[in-house]
């Protein structure tokens, strides 16, 4: 039986289908409860504020991709674990399509709620990316390989955004899978 999720996470649920349907700016508190069926005063007992719950499905977003770091292994990357790595990430970005739309579409949004907290996070996450990417023992060819098809696996989706359609998605991570391959074995 599955298990019932949280009503937190069911607003976060009904936000992101209204972000991505609207967008951002376009979609109010008010809209947000009604859909839940409950008052605008119940929905802050969830969250203090609107930029709270994109921050939610900011970090949602983070999960997704965060979640599979462990794939990596300890020590210098190999191309392998890499290439492992970038397909559950391809996979994880195509089951959490909508969350990825949200943050290609909203950039504006985001970047105003970024909170100090916040972007700690991220700069530790450029740092991992930085040490992966010019660490002295993983030979400088492969290094190369790994940026570009990370690239290929997570900039070619938000260029693409709504280009391809939901009947599309399953075409589109097989293609990104055979890129993301494809560069590294060349």
Not at 22 to 46: C, N, P, V
Not at 75 to 86: I, K, N, T
Not at 122 to 148: G, N, Q
Request: glycine share 4%; aromatic share 8%.
């Amino acid at each position: 039986m599955e298990e019932k999720r949280s009503t937190r996470d069911r607003i976060l649920d009904v936000a992101l289908d209204l972000f991505v349907e609207q967008g951002y700016d376009k979609t109010s508190l008010r809209e947000i409860a009604e859909k839940m069926g409950f008052s605008k005063a119940a929905l802050y007992y969830h969250f203090a504020s609107k930029a709270d719950i994109l921050m939610g499905l900011h970090q949602r977003m983070h999960s997704a991709i965060d979640d599979l770091v462990p794939l990596l292994g300890d020590g210098p990357a190999s191309l392998s674990r890499w290439e492992r790595f970038l397909d559950s990430c391809i996979d994880r970005m195509a089951a959490n399509r909508k969350l990825f739309l949200l943050h290609q579409m909203n950039q504006t949004a985001f970047e105003k709620v970024h909170s100090e907290t916040h972007a700690d996070q991220h700069l530790d996450m450029e740092d991992r990316a930085r040490k992966l990417f010019s660490d002295p023992t993983v030979p400088a060819r492969d290094r190369s390989l790994m940026a570009a098809s990370f690239a290929a696996a997570f900039i070619t989706p938000m260029l693409a955004g709504r280009l391809f359609p939901e009947e599309d998605l399953a075409e589109l991570s097989t293609t990104l899978r055979e890129v993301v391959h494809a560069v590294l074995k060349a």
